[in-house]
């Protein structure tokens, strides 16, 4: 059920000004006044709002916040890089410089792994397929290598599903160059697959050089993107998400535990993965779930192995506890309204294609800001259902989640008059720019 109140919202519209625009609630809600707050039904204090309207003579906006100092965030983290979502639902819980570029390090390899999983999806590959250990494999990433390995022997043959196994557990970088090499004839070749499908996945930023993470020119990625990657990962291929989880696998008569420290913390952990390098220090991309709720972080640039596990332990259980899903608006619910010129009718109502819903800080509510943001003023016609702005909501200074808006109606072209009108109101805005 949505909760029950009204809010006024400002609606930027052309870069540079804010028009007049509302957020509509029920008749029956309580109505929101200049600082103060909004108590729904039931007498709770839910959120405060504070009225701020800005400068204009013809256009006056009226802005919405829910009390939110600029620059807040609900969280402190010793990471210089961290971002973590809502699984079920995309939404940013938190971001701390998320699209700077990093060396993905070993978190490359869930990237691997991905174009695997395709593979495998498609019918291009067999969990049973067998691929063959090559001098240069077993160089670079096996035993003589002195690095993450399932030391694997050389020449010899090794299923894919064991491959998988050990890159998922063990983070072996000889079992990502044996596929890589089997798949592609070559590593280069099979590193360039990984970006193409990254760009295929909505990944703009990264880039990869070779399976492994190793250190290599060229190479890099964000928190943002390898959170969403694992988002990916866990949506999309369910039958193999669960080799994360594997808490060890031994091969060739060698027992190793699963890399990733969070498994072994009872927090709801599965996955996914870790990494370090020089340059970017130590990184984690982790998911927790607790309660019917799941997040999903990615975290770089820490300091140590435990302090790498203790910051993400930190992140993932604050974001499965601090905060509830809220139903604000009911599907078909009117959100707000947009500025028409030109049209027989000043405004058109806006609506989400279904509910709307938020994640509340439980403790933090004083936090959240939001506005609906569009182009315009919208030239009249107007026909319903066309894309017209977004609702836009943060938590402290992190955009959280962003819904399409879409016009409830349709406006036909207002008259002669109504439209010269408008034509003198804009004429009038543009001088006050």
Known sequence: MALPMR??????????????????????????????????????????????????????????????????????????????????????????????PIPPASMAKLMTMEVVFNAIKSGRLKLDDTFVVSENAWRKGGAPSGTSTMFAKLKSSIRLEDLIQGVTVQAANDGCIIIAEGMSGSEDNFAAQMTERARQIGLKTSTFVNSTGLPADGQQTTVRELAQLALHLWRDYPDFYRYYGQKDFTWNKISQRNRNPLLAMDIGADGLAVGASEAAGFGIVGTVSHNGTRVIAAMSGLASDKERSEEARKLLDWGVRSFEKTEIFARDEVVGEAQVFGGAKPGVMLKAKGPIDIFLPITNRDKLTARIIYDGPIAAPVEEGQPVGALRVWIGDTLSQETPLFAAESIGVGTLPQRALDAVKELAVGWLR
Do not use: Y
């Open 7 to 100: 809010w006024l919202c400002a609606t930027e519209h052309k870069p540079g000004w804010i028009s007049a625009s509302r957020l509509i609630r029920p008749a029956k809600s309580p109505i929101l006044f200049a600082g103060l707050p909004a108590v729904p039904a039931n007498g709770s204090n839910i959120m405060q709002f504070r009225l701020l309207p800005l400068a204009g003579l013809l256009v006056f906006g009226l802005l919405l916040f829910f009390q939110a100092p600029a620059g807040a965030q609900l969280f402190e983290t010793k990471a210089a890089q961290a971002f973590m979502i809502d699984a079920e639902t995309g939404t940013v819980l938190f971001s701390k410089d998320a699209d700077k």
